[in-house]
């Protein structure tokens, strides 16, 4: 039993940091229907951006947290859709997945060559003590990041559900041809998109470092599992998203424990054929009468 | 077919009898890898740029009949048979994996056969007593064909490049037979396609099967051409890359990923100068192909042709006559 809450909760945490890249990515494919290919990239980038703070420039840490979290908006969200996203819309869905993929590959080859090969250790933002609650270890590291992750996601949440602004980006998501008749700007609404995901994985980055080591490599299981809970979830929705993090940390912990180190990895990648075959339409997620 | 159209494929084959002679045979390894490619990226050009759906597991394909094969040939099979049962078991792979995908929505298959892939490779990597797990299989023998021995690399280059016909000619009759308009048909629209009464769904399955089992082919080959393959070679990264070969030579041109896959096997040789920096270099240069030419080289290249050869405008006479009065 005691082992049983020990693996929830750091399945939980683990599942809320994958959720923060499952909602951006979410967004942006419902904002410009582009599918990026890069997402995992996008979280392993900003824990260097951090590193070379700290390390080159001798910032201290929260200072060069917060430099990391507005390069990344500038990079990761107004950059890529000026200089990458923007360019391609026109000519619909593939190129922009091509454009994506090279685009991954380049960040992931440039930290390796630029940085290191090596995994690098990150600065823990939580005191990491222990402390026991019906026999289980809780990590405090663990609950802060849940925590964390869960405040940004209800924050987002409420800022697209309450404020004028989110809710014109909720109607560019839906139809951006009617939002641009009642008065929306959609150019707007769609850069806001990009920002928030490049926000979302600055924060995922700077919250799973710690834990995997920052690594040039960490791009590609981060990237599959933020697809595979925002498609388990519900395409459409942020708690569809929210709901696949947290149902994949929880089965990925589960399964490591119980079943099989070896296959641990196989168990998402189940799960995603299995949703899209009995619920294509996600977990949570509603089908969409968009058609022709 | 016109004459110069079979001219020039008669050139063209001249030109690839010839290219190993007087040559290291590094070289000619090399030369070899690209037509193995050809074959599998030309296998996924049909899903994608004639079908139109995005498939990423085109180098678990590989892997599926690289292994058959080397299991197989291990066992004393000859080659004939086990790339027979390579194609048929990645032709069986693809409809099952495809019929459940197709049924919800089209870029599903994208995530469908991610997971696949990476499915695929856990598979290879664990199962030891079947695959070898991250060890591999080594020493597969080359084939011999009533006498005709494949043992050196260029006598091996000569049996991929005739198998490297036989696959394109195959292509060939497939896009050129109604099943490849309709194929076409589905690409470019749809609903309209629907509309005129064929059955997209089994239609863009039958592309996928056919695609996978060129990937099966490819496969097969590559076995005795490396005589060592582990899962790695077989990973979700090589997907993207024969999908990267297909779209930067021109998805939907025929001989689009003869091109992509001549670009990023022959490429690292010309960026060696670069050393590390290749693959940023490769990646850039993607980035930059796609914002200029989304339809590849091949796109880039026609539409440089159409404006070389559009006719100018020619001025009425009667017009400058009528603006002088």
Known sequence: ???????????????????????????????????????????MLPAFFVLIGTGYFGLPLWVAILLAIVISILVLGIAFKKLVVEPMLPHGTLPLVIATIALGLLMKESVKEFYSAQGQPFPP????????????????????????????????????QRSRTGRSMQATAQNPAVAEILGVDVKKMVMYTFIINGFL???ASILISPFYLAKFSNGETLGLIAFIAAIVGGFNQIRGALVGGLLIGVLDNLAAAYVSAQYRAAVPLILLIVIIMVRPQGLVGTTEGRAV | MSWLRIAAVLAAIVVLVLAPMGQTTYF??????????????????????????????????????????????????????????????????????????????????????????????????????????????????????????????????????????????????????????????????????????????RMTLLAFAIGSAFGGLAGAI????????????????????????????????FLGPILGAAIVVLLPELLRFTEGYY????????????????????????????RLTRPKQVERGDLKQGASL
């Open chain 1, 1 to 43: 039993m005691a082992e049983f809450l020990q693996i929830m909760i750091s399945g939980l945490a683990a599942g809320a940091v994958y959720a923060l890249a499952a909602v951006g990515f979410t967004l942006l494919w419902q904002a410009s229907q582009a599918i990026n290919f890069a997402q995992g990239e996008f979280v």
């Open chain 1, 125 to 160: 933002l939580f005191p990491q003590t222990v402390f026991e609650v019906f026999g289980a270890a809780i990590s405090v590291q663990d609950v802060c990041n849940l925590l964390v992750s869960l405040l940004v996601i209800l924050g987002l949440q409420m800022f697209l």
């Open chain 1, 201 to 203: 994985a600055a924060i």
């Open chain 2, 28 to 201: 000619v390894y090399v030369l070899c890898s690209w037509l193995v490619f050809s074959i599998a990226a030309m296998g996924l050009n049909l899903t994608l740029g004639y079908a139109g759906q995005v498939s990423l597991a085109q180098a678990a394909f590989m892997g599926i009949g690289a292994y058959v094969t080397s299991l197989m040939t291990l066992a004393g099979i000859h080659w004939i048979f086990a790339v027979f049962a390579s194609v048929t078991s990645c032709f069986a792979v693809g409809l099952i994996l495809g019929y459940p995908a197709l049924r919800v929505q089209h870029h599903f298959l994208a995530f469908v056969t991610l997971a696949f892939n990476a499915l695929v490779f856990l598979v290879l990597r664990n199962e030891e007593w079947l695959t070898g797990g991250s060890f591999g299989l080594v020493g597969m023998p080359r084939p011999e064909f009533l006498g005709f021995k494949t043992g050196t690399q260029t006598q091996f280059y000569y049996f991929v490049l005739v198998c490297f016909l036989i696959a394109t000619g195959i292509m060939a009759w497939i896009i050129h037979s109604p099943w490849g308009r309709a194929f076409k048909a589905l690409r470019e629209n749809p609903i309209r396609a629907n509309s005129l009464g064929l059955n997209t769904r």
């Open chain 2, 222 to 253: 590559q076995a005795p051409l490396v005589q060592f393959i582990e899962p790695g070679s077989f990973a979700l990264i090589h997907s993207l890359k024969l999908l990267l070969m297909v779209v930067v030579g021109g998805s939907g041109f």
């Open chain 2, 279 to 306: 693959l940023m270099v490769y990646a850039l240069m993607v980035l930059v192909l796609m914002v200029f030419s989304p339809t590849g080289l091949f796109g880039l290249g026609t539409r440089f042709w159409q």
